[in-house]
Antibody, heavy 119, light 110 residues
Framework: QVQLVQSGAEVEKPGASVKVSCKAS????????IHWVRQAPGQGLEYVGV????????FTAQKFRGRVTLTWDTHTSTVYMELSSLRSDDTAVYYC????????????WGQGTLVTVSS | QSALTQPASVSGSPGQSITISCTGT?????????VSWYQQHPGKAPKLIIS???SRPSGVSSRFSGSKSGNTASLTISGLQAEDEADYYC??????????FGTGTKVTVL
């Protein structure tokens, strides 16, 4: 069965960086896109970006450009999202989610990773 | 991209029908038939319930239906059940590989 399993919760100080992983299984990794979405406590969903494993490219929403780095390891079917220069308002649950190419919807989601930014 | 606008809350009695609106612009909902709806229970990841404006993924109840007119999409839940109590988010593809989500709607079953 399709699974996206994310790394555990993180606590970081302002100004630091955090790297969250998302390991995919149950399907051909390179045949699907992986997106990142975050949700601040009690707030709505916010789009972060996407990686295209088969094309070897990624896209980051304008708000996060310069602070988010999306990478992946095809050998381990794992996607990584690194967020730098952390601020308190980056405190959120970060989700990875799968998209079948060109469908523009997210059919499977990871369980989420809570990133807490606190001094 | 500004968030799509949804009502903060909608409520209904068991068996009733409710509709949640999702208003965007000509740069997202109005220009693409790539509107999705997600259901999120507390502490859980979102779940896809409607894709491509009107399509239901396999396993999703037929009580959920979607539509779109102009820059506004809608989700209707018919035969409301206690298990439908959750937060609902719309989403649309936007220009230049971007996506935008709605502000979210809390559905309460009275």
């Amino acid at each position: 069965q399709v699974q996206l399993v994310q790394s555990g919760a993180e606590v970081e100080k302002p100004g630091a960086s955090v790297k969250v992983s998302c390991k995919a299984s149950g399907y051909t990794f390179t045949s699907y896109y992986i997106h990142w979405v975050r949700q601040a406590p009690g707030q709505g969903l916010e789009y972060v970006g996407v990686i295209y494993p088969s094309a070897g490219t990624s896209f980051t929403a304008q708000k996060f450009r310069g602070r988010v780095t999306l990478t992946w390891d095809t050998h381990t079917s794992t996607v990584y999202m690194e967020l730098s220069s952390l601020r308190s308002d980056d405190t959120a649950v970060y989700y990875c989610a799968r998209e079948q190419p060109h469908t523009c919807n997210f059919d499977y989601w990871g369980q989420g990773t809570l990133v807490t930014v606190s001094s | 991209q500004s968030a799509l606008t949804q009502p903060a809350s909608v409520s209904g009695s068991p068996g009733q029908s409710i509709t949640i609106s999702c208003t965007g612009t000509s740069s997202d909902i109005g220009n693409y038939n790539y509107v999705s709806w997600y259901q999120q229970h507390p502490g859980k990841a979102p779940k896809l319930i409607i894709s491509d404006v009107t399509s239901r993924p396999s396993g999703v109840s037929s009580r959920f239906s979607g539509s779109k007119s102009g820059n506004t999409a809608s989700l209707t839940i018919s035969g409301l059940q206690a298990e439908d109590e959750a937060d609902y988010y719309c989403s649309s593809y936007a220009t230049n590989n971007d996506y935008v989500f709605g502000t979210g709607t809390k559905v309460t079953v009275l």
